[in-house]
Structures are given as structure tokens and as C-alpha cells.
């Protein structure tokens, strides 16, 4: 296993993240204790996760409670595990009440910070992430809420997800005046079909130093050796239209140098730089191992020219992208 420092901080995490969006809807407990200590052995250091996961059985904080339970067996689990969690979504507590809707209130973090760590059997979490943009929150008292963890100790470093590159910008400004480090990550979708992060986003966490997080790197599994089949699974004809080409050309590379399409993608992000690690969101141990192989390919230039021919992305940085 690879380890990379986290943007600018000191802090070095595996190359690769352990997704847990999976456990406890499609991924049993059992098979999640399996996935996670198998992480460990193999080096992945770096586990994701959020409050709200399990919405898809509409069982709001299972997942975190099953990480609880895995790092109460012992035997260095906790101590091990870079751990990050998330808020900012609608968790339909009834105690939350009007709040219960999404948001950064200092109110709503402080609640489900502190719900998270009961459900996480821990005292403490490495990141703590904005699950989302809230545009109606100030700054001043975001940060108020963050800064307050931090300063207790209870946080190490602070992520944002799908955040624009402009609030990043605002964010790290309003920071440096309170002689705060601000944003450590940014976790955002980012893969071979969807490359809009490269337009503003990824130079602003570059130029930030903040370190690069992405989810869904098969892109729901269009990427992952099956796109045809997930396609007719959307039965949608303006997705069939956009990337059906796009896919056979894609299957035809990747069946040229013998390299399968899952592993390509998943090589294409290590690759570039400034992605710190892709979230591998395994939902059965085989996924997992299968995911870790894409750490043994480089891929050349011809090859990367070629993805670059069939994904071809927004055409570089704005505003060259799109002026001169």
C-alpha cells in the first residue's frame, strides 16, 4: 500500500479509502467486519463514512453503527483507522424537530457530532467532513461550530464535499482571519466520465493545498466492466445515447491492453497528483481485493491519451478551457 500526506497536512493516509456507504443495506454486518479487517491487513488505513448512511433502507446511522461495533472487538481496530465522518443531512430524528432538515447550524453539528461518536464507540474523529454546501449558514458561524470541535480536540482536520470551488476560496479566507488552517479535503465525484472538477475545483484545492477525495469512481458502475448492463438496467435513452459509445470504445482499450475496465478507472485517478485517494465503496469483500490490484498498474501515455480521446473532460483549467 501506498500513503500520501493529506493536502498540506502532515497526516499521510493510504492511497486508497475504504468506503462504508454500503454496510447495513447491501452489505451485511457480518461481511462488513470481513471487509474492514481485511482493509487493515492490507494496508488501507483511511475509512469513509457518513451520519445519514443506511438512508437507503431508511435506517439513518446504521453504518456508523456498525464501525462501532467492529472497533469495539479491540485489537488496535480504532487505534489503526483513520476515521471520517459526516454532516450536514436530514437524519428524521424527531428530536431535531424543524431542525431536522439539512444544514451546518452550529445546533445541527454539535447534535450529530455528538450522536456520531455514540454510534461510532469512539471519543474522537480524524476528519469531519461538510457532507454539503449549506448557502444559507454564514461562515462566521460554521466555522464557530468546527473550530469549537477542534479546539476540544474531538476533531483532527475538517473536509468539505461538493463544495464549488468559490465557497473553498471564501472558506480558506475567512480561516486565515481567524489564524485557522481551515479545509484540510475536499471529497467530490470524479471519475474518467466526469471530469467538471478539473475545470476550477481541483486547481483551487491545488492552490489551497488541500487534499482530493472522490467518490463513485466507477461512476455507479458504468466504469466497472458491466456499463452495459447497468445502462439497460437505467433504461434511459439520453444516457444510452451519451455514453454508450463512449463505453464500447472504453471496453475496446482496456481489452487491448488486457487490463480490466474497473482497474483502469481506478489507476486513472491514482495517477493524477492531486487526488490524494479514490473511495472504493466495496460492497463484498472480492470487490475489495479486486480494487487494491489497480494499485500495481501504471499507465503509460499512449494509454492515457487514449482515455483522454474517449472521456475527453471540459478541455483543461478555466479559463483557458474556454477562452485563451
Known amino acids: 500500500m501506498e500513503y500520501k500526506y493529506l493536502g498540506r497536512t502532515g497526516m499521510r493516509v493510504s492511497s486508497l479509502c475504504l468506503g462504508t456507504m454500503n454496510f447495513g443495506s447491501t452489505t451485511t454486518e457480518e461481511e462488513a467486519f470481513q471487509i474492514m479487517d481485511a482493509a487493515l491487513e492490507a494496508g488501507i488505513n483511511f475509512f469513509d463514512t ?27 481496530r480504532r487505534e489503526r483507522v483513520i476515521l471520517a465522518t459526516k454532516v450536514h443531512e436530514d437524519m428524521h430524528d ?38 454539503h454546501v449549506d448557502r444559507r449558514v454564514s461562515w462566521e458561524e460554521k466555522w464557530d461550530a468546527f473550530q469549537n470541535l477542534y479546539e476540544r480536540g474531538m ?27 481551515g479545509i484540510s ?83 486513472w485517478l491514482l495517477h493524477n497528483p492531486i487526488v490524494t485517494s479514490p473511495i472504493i465503496g466495496a460492497r463484498t469483500l472480492e470487490q475489495m481485493e479486486k480494487s487494491i490490484r489497480a494499485m500495481e498498474i501504471k499507465l503509460d501515455d ?14 483543461g483549467e478555466a479559463p483557458e478551457a474556454y477562452a485563451w
Not at 95 to 122: C, M, W
Not at 302 to 315: I, K, N, Q, S, Y
Open 185 to 267: 479535503v475536499e471529497q467530490d465525484k470524479y471519475n474518467l466520465a466526469c471530469r467538471l472538477p478539473e475545470l476550477e475545483l481541483l486547481p483551487a484545492c491545488r492552490e489551497y493545498g488541500i487534499g482530493v477525495t472522490t467518490w463513485s469512481p466507477l461512476e455507479g458502475g458504468l466504469l466497472s466492466g458491466k456499463g452495459a448492463e447497468t445502462l439497460r438496467k437505467k433504461n434511459n435513452a439520453a444516457l444510452e445515447q451519451k455514453y454508450g459509445p463512449q463505453l464500447a470504445q472504453y471496453k475496446k482499450i482496456c481489452g487491448e491492453a488486457g487490463l480490466e475496465e474497473a482497474d483502469v478507472a481506478l489507476a
Open 50 to 76: 457518513a451520519n445519514n448512511y443506511g438512508f437507503l433502507t431508511g435506517d439513518q446511522g446504521i453504518t456508523e453503527r456498525i464501525i462501532g461495533r467492529w472497533f469495539a472487538q479491540g485489537g488496535g
Open 155 to 181: 476533531i483532527d482536520y475538517i473536509g468539505a464535499s461538493n463544495f464549488p470551488a468559490w465557497e473553498i476560496a471564501r472558506a480558506q479566507g475567512e480561516a486565515k482571519a481567524r489564524h485557522f488552517m
Open 94 to 131: 424527531e428530536n431535531d424537530g424543524p431542525n431536522t432538515v439539512p444544514g451546518l447550524s452550529i445546533y445541527k453539528v454539535r447534535r450529530h457530532f455528538e450522536a456520531s461518536l455514540k454510534r461510532l464507540q469512539t471519543d474522537h474523529v480524524e476528519v469531519y467532513y461538510m457532507h
Open 302 to 315: 499512449d494509454m492515457l491519451r487514449a482515455l483522454d480521446e474517449v472521456f475527453p473532460g471540459p478541455g
